[in-house]
């Protein structure tokens, strides 16, 4: 008799039960050690005065810990699945999140982004903040892809649209995505990286989806410069009435 092929689905169900409970407990700690940070950095703003060095460093302090907390958010709706859709009447300029986003991604000196935005507002209806950390996600993700591998060819995050859609597409140089694994990749706890988590890109696509978009993954031939590309579609924000 042939032996199955890849693990028991129940087993495999159970065992992301266990772990999706467990990581909805850690994301609920979190919030505590979190919370006395932003008070800390409220405290010492008052303290810095006219220093405009560390005003800036309590500034980038306080956007990160903003990040920190809408991770934890999109976390524990995920385990409990919660979601709920944005706002149909907001929108945002999404060439301006995508700026932001790349800006906020820590990374090697040498390694360059090379950034292509419309110059005018491109506005898409939803979230800013939860849009802003999917960018946030894969462009990190491609930075610590490249860590090990020759980043001097960098990565390019470029920002296209036509008349219903606008995508966003983070490309990198890398190794690629494995075959086997590029079907299951948006799967909670399913990583390439010895240390991931394998929830950034699921929790990524989630957001994309209550946004009425989609997210993408694609390994490029060596022909094309080899590496992988992820594409963020969202639909674009029906123009005002005159």
């Given at each position: 008799?042939?032996?199955?092929?890849?693990?028991?689905?129940?087993?495999?169900?159970?065992?992301?039960?266990h772990?999706?409970?467990?990581?909805?407990g850690?994301?609920?700690?979190?919030?505590?050690?979190?919370?006395?940070?932003?008070?800390?950095?409220?405290?010492?703003?008052?303290q810095?005065g006219?220093d405009?060095r560390?005003?800036?460093?309590?500034?980038r302090?306080?956007?990160?810990?903003?990040v920190?907390?809408?991770?934890?958010?999109d976390?524990?709706?995920?385990?409990?699945?919660?979601?709920?859709?944005?706002?149909?009447?907001?929108?945002?300029?999404?060439?301006?999140?995508?700026?932001?986003?790349?800006?906020?991604v820590?990374?090697?000196?040498?390694l360059a982004?090379?950034?292509r935005?419309?110059?005018?507002?491109l506005?898409?209806?939803?979230?800013?903040r939860?849009?802003?950390?999917?960018?946030i996600?894969?462009?990190?993700?491609?930075?610590?892809?490249?860590?090990g591998?020759?980043?001097?060819?960098?990565?390019?995050?470029?920002?296209?649209?036509?008349?219903?859609?606008?995508?966003?597409?983070?490309?990198?140089?890398g190794?690629?995505i494995?075959?086997?694994?590029?079907?299951?990749?948006?799967?909670?706890?399913?990583t390439?990286?010895?240390?991931?988590?394998?929830?950034?890109?699921?929790l990524?696509?989630?957001?994309?989806?209550?946004?009425?978009?989609?997210l993408?993954?694609?390994?490029?031939?060596?022909?094309?410069?080899?590496?992988?590309?992820?594409?963020l579609?969202?639909p674009?924000?029906?123009?005002?009435?005159?």
């Amino acid at each position: 008799m042939d032996e199955p092929d890849g693990p028991d689905p129940a087993l495999r169900a159970d065992a992301l039960l266990h772990v999706g409970q467990l990581a909805a407990g850690v994301a609920h700690e979190l919030r505590n050690p979190l919370s006395v940070i932003e008070t800390s950095v409220f405290l010492l703003q008052e303290q810095v005065g006219d220093d405009p060095r560390a005003a800036r460093q309590l500034r980038r302090i306080s956007e990160q810990l903003s990040v920190a907390g809408a991770i934890v958010n999109d976390l524990l709706d995920t385990v409990r699945g919660r979601h709920a859709p944005p706002s149909p009447t907001a929108s945002f300029d999404l060439a301006r999140v995508v700026r932001e986003a790349v800006a906020w991604v820590p990374r090697p000196p040498r390694l360059a982004i090379a950034l292509r935005l419309p110059e005018d507002p491109l506005l898409v209806p939803g979230d800013a903040r939860r849009i802003r950390q999917v960018v946030i996600n894969l462009v990190a993700n491609a930075v610590q892809i490249l860590a090990g591998h020759d980043d001097s060819a960098g990565i390019a995050v470029t920002l296209d649209f036509d008349d219903r859609a606008a995508h966003v597409a983070v490309r990198d140089h890398g190794p690629g995505i494995a075959d086997e694994l590029l079907p299951r990749l948006f799967e909670p706890f399913v990583t390439t990286r010895p240390q991931g988590t394998g929830l950034g890109l699921a929790l990524s696509r989630r957001i994309a989806h209550d946004h009425r978009g989609e997210l993408r993954a694609e390994s490029l031939p060596a022909s094309e410069g080899g590496g992988a590309r992820f594409t963020l579609t969202l639909p674009r924000a029906a123009p005002e009435a005159p």
